[in-house]
C-alpha cells in the first residue's frame, strides 16, 4: 500500500512549495489518481503503523489532511479524515517529531489544528506556527491567525457549508460575498 517516502517525494519535491496551496484541477486530478487507494487505507486504520516518527507522521498527515483537500475538494469527504490528521499532528507534537522537519514543511504537522472547527485547537495552531517555525513562520502564522479569527467569529468555516450540507446564516453569506477569507487576510496584513 505503498510508503511515506511516496507521499513525502511527491509532496515535498514534485509539487513543491509553490504548489502546496495552489490549486488545480490538474493537480487534484494528479493527487487523487496517485494516492485515492491509499488515502482509502488510511482512513480505514490501514496506515495508523506510518504514525511513527518523523518521516511518517509527516506523510501520514498530508496524505489525511492536505491530500484529500485537494482529492475531494469541494465534497465533505475533503474533510473526512481530518480526526485522524489531528490526532498524528498531535501525537507528533507531542513526542517533538515535528521538530526533526525542516522549515517550511514543518508546518503541515499543525495544519490539522488549523483546519479544525474548534477555538481552542486553532489557538494552538497559532502558538505552534509562532514558536517552531521561526525562520518561515511569518505568513504561516498570519494564516493561522485568519483561521482563529473565523472561528472565533462563526465557530465554524462558512466556506465550507455547501461542502458538508450545512445551512449558510446571513451573517456568513454577507461576510463571504464581502470577500471571506481573502478579506480577512487583507485585514490582517493591514495590522487588523
Not at 513526542?95 to 479544525?116: C, I, M, N
Amino acid at each position: 500500500m505503498g510508503d511515506p517516502a511516496e507521499v513525502l517525494n511527491f509532496w515535498i519535491e514534485d509539487v513543491g512549495e509553490d504548489g502546496w496551496f495552489a490549486g488545480s484541477e490538474a493537480l487534484d486530478a494528479r493527487i487523487r489518481d496517485r494516492f485515492a487507494t491509499q488515502w482509502q487505507a488510511a482512513r480505514e486504520g490501514g496506515l495508523d503503523h506510518w504514525v511513527d516518527g518523523t518521516p511518517g507522521c509527516l506523510a501520514f498527515v498530508i496524505l489525511t489532511d492536505q491530500m484529500p483537500r485537494n482529492m475531494w475538494r469541494g465534497t465533505a469527504r475533503a474533510f473526512a479524515t481530518d480526526p485522524q490528521a489531528r490526532a498524528a499532528a498531535g501525537r507528533a507534537v507531542a513526542a517533538g517529531w515535528d521538530l526533526g522537519a525542516p522549515e517550511p514543511v514543518r508546518q503541515f504537522f499543525y495544519l490539522p489544528f488549523e483546519h479544525a472547527e474548534d477555538i481552542a485547537l486553532q489557538d494552538r495552531c497559532v502558538t505552534l506556527m509562532a514558536e517552531r517555525l521561526p525562520r518561515t513562520g511569518a505568513e504561516a502564522v498570519l494564516h493561522a491567525r485568519a483561521h482563529a479569527a473565523i472561528i472565533r467569529r462563526f465557530g465554524r468555516f462558512p466556506f465550507r457549508n455547501a461542502a458538508l450540507g450545512r445551512a449558510t446564516t446571513a451573517e456568513e453569506a454577507a461576510w463571504l460575498a464581502s470577500g471571506g477569507y481573502a478579506a480577512e487576510m487583507a485585514r490582517l496584513r493591514a495590522g487588523g
